[in-house]
């Protein structure tokens, strides 16, 4: 029964998902996910050190397994969505999420790797007049459209920081853009007008400045489809703040703007940010601060071109970060050539090449520099 992938992550346009139903009544349940393994070869050169790893991985999408309950009762269309997301490394003591990651998944350190991180847990309910009200942990708003254009979430992109123990790579998080993270949440999306549509809510608030979090974060996205002929696009702009309060403290907020627009077999994608307070973009956590008050910024472009069943594309992304107790500017870039192979309606076949640099003498200590290649696939049902 084909339907919507329910996890934001794998609502891919160019993929279709088939998911498997089960309906009583006036309800329907859904199931549907995704399982992917990738093997790279990376390169890593840091202060004349070269060093060179293989790895059997997850690419920048985990697995998921997703239970999408519907109904619509006296109006309101309802939804619930319970998402598991497991990955495929082995290399760990305890399950669980991780609460420490820098120590590397030594034994006995609380950093697990085959871990099932619960990504979606949230209710709904609306309709077409007047909207919609989420309730729960889903993908956040601010950093949304950009990761699902980025086209590694089908594959790997770049590793560094995050192939374990989080089951993920970064892809090009970190490289042109910020991870928006999956988040609890209140929010309210408006009902489609025209081309246009928009959402804001309040997010559970981020400690990481002062002692206090008097009030809740606030993300807020605006989007605008538009179809022309043969082409397609689409415009957004979004927003991030949250402040804390006591010793310390400091304001965070972060402005995004992108675009994407296809002609026929081709489509390009054009995104940039900056924020202030976000923490380290280079990383692409939210609020990672270990440096006070940083500034960050980044762009991000990419064009792909689909012949037959394969889609051939290229990317470019640059963060980077200053200021707070940053002596130095920080600039992580990487660039990325993948071909994206549609097997059949559930499986994708994938190979890329991935460069990174990383420049600065706070994070980036003799320059960083890697280079990836990765084969494999990923199946979606």
């Known amino acids: 029964m084909p339907a ?73 269309d309802i939804k619930a969505h319970v998402g598991f997301a497991p ?30 991180d619960t990504r979606n847990l949230y209710f709904q309910f609306g309709n077409t007049e007047w909207g919609t009200v989420k309730l729960g942990r889903d993908i956040g708003l601010f950093g949304q459209k950009i990761i699902l254009s980025d086209m590694t979430l089908l594959g790997l992109g770049g590793n560094s920081y995050a192939s374990t123990p989080f089951n993920t790579t970064f892809g090009m998080i970190g490289h042109g853009y910020m991870y928006t993270g999956f988040q609890p949440q209140i929010t309210y999306a408006t009902p489609a007008f025209g081309g246009f549509s928009a959402s804001a809510g309040i997010f559970d608030p981020n400690k990481f400045a002062g002692d206090e979090t008097k009030d809740p974060g606030f993300q807020a996205m605006a989007n605008y489809d538009w179809t022309s002929g043969a082409a397609k696009g689409s415009v957004w702009a979004g927003a991030v703040h ?5 010793a310390g ?35 692409g956590a939210l609020y990672l601060s270990p440096f006070g008050k940083t500034d960050g910024k980044g762009y991000f472009v990419q064009g792909t071109y689909t ?8 990317n470019f992304g640059e963060n980077r970060d200053s200021g707070g107790t940053l002596a ?17 309606k559930y499986i994708t076949l994938v190979g890329e090449y991935n460069q990174e640099k ?24």
Not at 18 to 42: C, E, K, M, P, W
Not at 87 to 115: A, E, H, M, R
Not at 307 to 314: A, Q
């Open 249 to 283: 403290s400091f304001n965070a907020s972060g402005f995004e703007l992108g675009a994407k627009i296809g002609i026929g077999a081709f489509e390009a994608v054009a995104y940039g940010f900056d924020a202030s307070g976000l923490g380290l973009s280079t990383v």
């Open 358 to 381: 990383g420049e600065g003498a706070d994070l980036f200590a003799g320059d960083l520099k890697t280079r990836t290649i990765s084969v494999g696939g990923i199946l979606m049902f």
């Open 307 to 314: 012949v037959g069943k394969t889609k051939f594309g290229l």
């Open 242 to 246: 949250q402040r804390t309060s006591g």
């Open 4 to 76: 919507a992938v329910a996890a934001a992550l794998l609502a891919l346009a160019a993929t279709p998902v088939h998911a498997i139903g089960f309906s009583q009544g006036d309800a329907t349940l859904d199931i549907n996910g995704t399982v992917n393994g990738f093997y790279s070869h990376r390169t890593e050169e840091r202060a004349g050190v070269k060093t060179t790893d293989s790895a059997l991985t997850n690419g920048l999408l985990p697995g998921w397994i997703n239970f999408v309950f519907t109904t619509k009762v006296e109006g309101l």
């Open 87 to 116: 990955g495929i490394n082995d290399k760990s003591d305890v399950v669980g999420l991780p609460s420490d990651p820098s120590c590397g998944g030594g034994t006995g350190c609380d950093s697990p790797f085959t871990q099932i």
């Open 328 to 344: 130095d500017t920080n600039k992580f870039r990487s660039a990325a050539a993948g071909v994206y192979h549609s097997l059949n």
